[in-house]
């Protein structure tokens, strides 16, 4: 049993390192879809509120991309020198958009001018999104590698599939932003999610689509992946599943539910990460460098591993806390809010 678990721990890193990723796409996602949604707002009341309700868990949500960079560093050294230079222009820019949702976060209660830090907080979330959409881009085109270095300019990252993809993030983000809104709020705010979510399931569902048919259109690996017998008649249902979700989410946003909808968004996103892992499996370097090549070695892994084993079930129940404590209907306050929860909103979760 040792020896299988010794032989196997690429498999389990790789498998750590992308539930990181997943976990702070899907909890980061929302407050990132909430900015975008931000100025779309009618009223400033209406944005006090969607600052409100993300107030309590989106700093905690950011701890799981630092978790996911750390591990890719100390576990697969190889991608880590590879894909930073790769992807150092869209990942700075995305941690100085990220930063400056922070900042604006925090000045645009004190300030007197809050229509500058509106603007800040907006243009951050859209930029981080698109920051990332380019990454994912230059993953799924493949990164030119030379002598087991990068051999790519510092523009290498842009491509149009990598617009595509950020593109779509934003649309996606804004369709998980809505969900939450519609969960969290209520009254005008919440009539206004729903309009912002019809929307983005349109704008999602094309999206897809259009990165879909580029990839496989743009780099032939993909294609061969997908389309090549037998693995056609055993990835069909990605495709159709995804499409079946985004259906009855479309139905579901006007329908009284309040969970369901930001529930869907967030499947919508496991299905897309789906594609993703079948389009570049087993690449951690896509198509250059697999997670058993470019694994650290397994003294290394295991002594990770250990310090792994403690600290994700401490974050995991640290932010179930936060979220459990302040479940239900937020509500603004002297600062921005709190969320506290009747019985009646209990029923209706």
């Known amino acids: 049993m040792t020896a299988f678990i010794t032989e196997n721990y690429p498999v389990l890193f790789a498998a750590v390192a992308a539930f990181c990723v997943v976990v702070y796409v899907l909890a980061d996602g929302f407050d990132i879809g909430v900015g975008i949604l931000f100025l779309l707002a009618p009223r400033e009341q209406n944005r006090d509120l969607m600052m409100a309700s993300i107030e309590p868990v989106w700093d905690a949500n950011e701890t799981w991309l630092v978790m996911g960079g750390t591990l890719l560093l100390a576990t697969f050294p190889p991608a880590y020198y590879v894909l930073l230079p790769a992807f150092y222009l869209p990942i700075m820019f995305m ?14 209660l004190q300030s007197q001018r809050e229509w500058i830090w509106n603007r800040a907080f907006a243009a951050g979330s859209v930029l981080a999104a698109l920051c990332q959409g380019f990454v994912l881009g230059g993953l799924v085109n493949g990164v030119p590698m030379r002598d087991g ?68 259109w743009s780099v032939p690996e993909v294609a061969a992946r997908w389309f090549a017998w037998p693995n056609i008649a055993y990835l069909t249902p990605v495709p159709v599943v995804t499409a079946a979700v985004l259906l009855r989410l479309w139905q579901r946003v006007w329908s009284g539910h309040e969970l369901e909808p930001f529930v869907l968004g967030l499947v919508v996103f496991l299905l897309g990460f789906l594609g993703i892992v079948v389009s570049l499996w087993p690449y951690i370097v896509p198509r250059h460098v697999t997670i058993w090549d470019g ?50 909103e209990s029923k209706r979760m």
């Open 295 to 344: 694994a650290a070695d397994p003294q290394t892994l295991a002594f990770i591993g250990t310090g792994v084993a403690i600290i994700i079930p401490i974050v995991l129940a640290y932010q179930a806390n936060a979220y459990w404590v302040f479940r239900g209907k937020t509500k603004v306050l002297d600062g921005y809010g709190d969320a506290s929860q009747t019985g009646e």
């Open 149 to 216: 270095m990068f051999a790519g300019g510092s523009f290498e990252f842009f491509s149009l599939l990598g617009l595509f993809c950020g593109i779509g993030l934003v649309c996606g983000y804004a369709l998980l932003g809505a969900g939450w809104l519609i969960w969290k709020t209520d009254g005008a705010t919440q009539a206004f999610a729903r309009r912002m979510a019809k929307r983005a399931v349109i704008a999602t569902a094309v999206m897809m689509v259009l990165v879909s048919v580029w990839s496989a």
């Open 95 to 108: 941690l100085f958009a990220l930063i400056a949702r922070g900042i604006a976060f925090e000045f645009r």
